[in-house]
């Protein structure tokens, strides 16, 4: 038997307890395999009281006692809050255990006592507040691994995504597009395509930066300096590549049959398109890491936690491909 899936708490005061409480209803459903998360067991108790959601809390003193009571009850390895959640509002205070349950739930993962990572959306401006240093969960996850160089792939049924430049502004985006950056991300997606996803030859389409391609260098010289020159290195490293495709024609119906994976310049680039395609059911999967991490690609709704409104659907498909992933 596998091991089960270690889940994180994310922002106490998002919607990450509610979305936990309600996969787990939907395990049988949805065929969710045995996960636990690194939470409070009280606040999540309390959580699922207030929501009138009938899911038995059960306390583990350690991953491998998840599987035998999954079925029973959520297994929820403690992690103390430093003071009781009020929804919609985060607590500095609160912000060590979210980064404690992260921290912890790797330990585990490398340990092998759990065989895949899900993390539930954090509150950045938060973790800022507490002394947070890191762009995002991505960069976090890196660091604890020793340095690795991560790899972000947005997928939905029907499209993959990976940005080549993340967590930056836009005109810092454009600055910091470099020729290795995009060469890295798509080695790293294609293994990850060969590896993890049964994918025997990955197909990589690349984006262009630039209206219309550049217009051949009337609207920026980004494709002819930049990525015409990483598709060629991709492509004579014996990768099925092509590109630069102008963005506005890349994601229709048709486009999407022709390839396996994108690789997009900047974050909203990627996440546009996939987003409209499918909102409810896209998963972050993070490329590169020692072990496979997943992440519902929303974030923590802050507007409406604790209302009873949050829906559930990316975080059930990151737990199902999260299992998938690690059966390959």
């Known amino acids: 038997m596998r091991a089960p899936l270690a889940l994180t708490m994310g922002e106490p005061a998002g919607i990450g307890g509610e979305i936990t409480l309600r996969a787990w209803y939907a395990r049988r459903e949805a065929g969710i395999p045995p996960f636990f998360t690194l939470a409070d067991p009280n606040e999540l108790q309390r959580l699922a009281e207030t929501l009138g959601l009938k899911v038995p809390v059960r306390r583990i003193t350690g991953a491998p006692e998840a599987a035998s009571c999954f079925e029973d009850g959520l297994p929820v390895l403690p992690i103390t809050l430093a003071r009781p959640v009020l929804p919609g509002t985060p607590d500095i205070a609160n912000e060590s255990a979210v980064l404690e349950a992260i921290t912890m739930a790797v330990s585990l993962v490398r340990a092998g006592q759990a065989s895949a990572l899900v993390t539930n959306p954090i509150q950045k ?9 890191h762009p995002g969960h991505t960069e976090f996850l ?13 997928a939905c049924p029907g499209l993959r995504v990976v940005p080549v430049t993340i967590h930056l502004a836009l005109r810092e ?25 049964g994918v025997s030859r990955p197909r990589l389409a690349v984006a262009a930066l630039n209206p219309h391609g550049g217009e051949k260098g009337t609207m920026g010289r980004e494709e002819i300096d930049i990525i015409l020159p990483a598709v060629a290195e991709l492509g004579a490293a014996g990768l099925a590549v092509a590109g630069p495709f102008p ?23 990627a996440l546009i398109p996939l987003k409209t395609i499918d909102f409810a059911r896209g998963v972050n999967v993070t ?26 659907s990316s975080l059930i498909e990151a737990l199902r491909l999260a299992g998938r992933l690690t059966r390959s």
């Open 125 to 133: 401006e938060s973790l800022y507040a507490a002394g947070y240093r």
């Open 142 to 154: 890196a660091e604890l691994v020793g340095g690795v160089r991560p790899v972000m792939m947005l």
């Open 247 to 269: 963005a506005d024609t890349l994601f229709h119906e048709k486009a999407r049959a022709s390839y396996d994976a994108v690789l997009c310049m900047y974050h909203d680039q």
């Open 287 to 312: 490329l590169g890491l020692p072990f496979i991490r997943t992440s519902p690609d929303h974030g923590t709704a802050l507007d409406i936690a604790g209302l009873g409104r949050a829906d559930p």
């Open 173 to 197: 985006a454009v600055a910091a597009l470099r020729r290795e950056d995009i060469v890295a991300c798509g080695r790293i997606t294609a293994e990850a395509l060969t590896r993890h996803f």
